[in-house]
């Protein structure tokens, strides 16, 4: 069964603290992606990865950078987070069909 | 760059009622377009998608969608609905870059 996986689930961290957020997908997609959704505004794209170390920033990259060594781990990294980064985080895979959707990070920077 | 405008923030209908809900898209090039059903805490949800032939295309749980070239849109429609379809519906748009642009979406609240 085909499935994006996000670790950790919910996270909260401190102001300058850093940030990783997990994605994993077995299927060999080459194309994945980087969104955080926050009310009235719908899911905004961070960065989109064609592949390995084939990254490219997306609408809303500044802040945040993006790492992918292995075709099945696309990370999202804060460096020094900010309060404004409280955001649910998705990450998903574009298979043949459409894109598939984890389920999600919650993350609260305080 | 594209762009994507569900024009509904809010739609309520009764439960077996039919509903439509609009998304308009603009861009001058090849796109996908798709829908998405999101519930309260989980991911998005494929629901269906169109790239070109039959304009009307089938989804899952009886959705369907109808693509128009000269309106630029892509309403999502369902002919009897459930209070378990209740839930947000983004419309996308993905150009052959793999860049996907998602509308604000619209909460579909469906009652007893």
């Known amino acids: 069964d085909m499935k994006v996986t996000q670790m950790p689930r919910y996270l909260i961290k401190r102001m300058g603290e850093n940030v990783l957020l997990e994605c994993g997908q077995d299927?060999?997609?080459?194309?994945m992606y980087w969104y955080r959704q926050d009310p009235g505004l719908g899911l905004q794209l961070i960065y989109i990865?064609?592949?390995?170390?084939?990254?490219s920033e997306g609408d809303i990259p500044k802040g945040y950078r993006v790492s992918r060594k292995k075709r099945e781990h696309f990370s999202l990294i804060l460096d020094s987070a900010k309060t404004n980064q409280t955001s649910v985080y998705f990450c998903?895979?574009?298979?043949?069909?459409?894109?598939?959707f984890g389920e999600g990070t919650r993350l609260s920077v305080l | 760059t594209q762009t994507v405008s569900q024009s509904d923030a809010h739609v309520t209908v009764f439960e077996g009622d039919s509903v439509e809900l609009r998304c308009n898209y603009s861009?001058?090039?090849?796109?996908?377009l798709s829908w998405y059903i999101q519930h309260h805490g989980h991911g998005l949800q494929f629901l269906l998608k169109y790239y070109s032939g039959n304009p009307v295309v089938q989804g899952v749980n009886g959705f369907e969608a109808e693509f128009s070239k000269s309106d630029s849109s892509f309403h999502l429609r369902k002919a009897s609905v459930h209070w378990s379809d209740s839930a947000v519906y983004f419309c996308?748009?993905?150009?052959?870059?793999?860049?996907?642009?998602f509308g604000d979406g619209t909460v579909l609240t469906v009652k007893p």
């Open positions: 990865s064609y592949d390995v170390d084939s990254n």
């Open positions: 996308a748009v993905r150009t052959n870059t793999g860049k996907l642009t």
């Open positions: 861009y001058g090039g090849s796109i996908y």
């Open positions: 998903a895979s574009l298979s043949r069909q459409a894109p598939l």
């Open positions: 299927m060999s997609h080459e194309t």
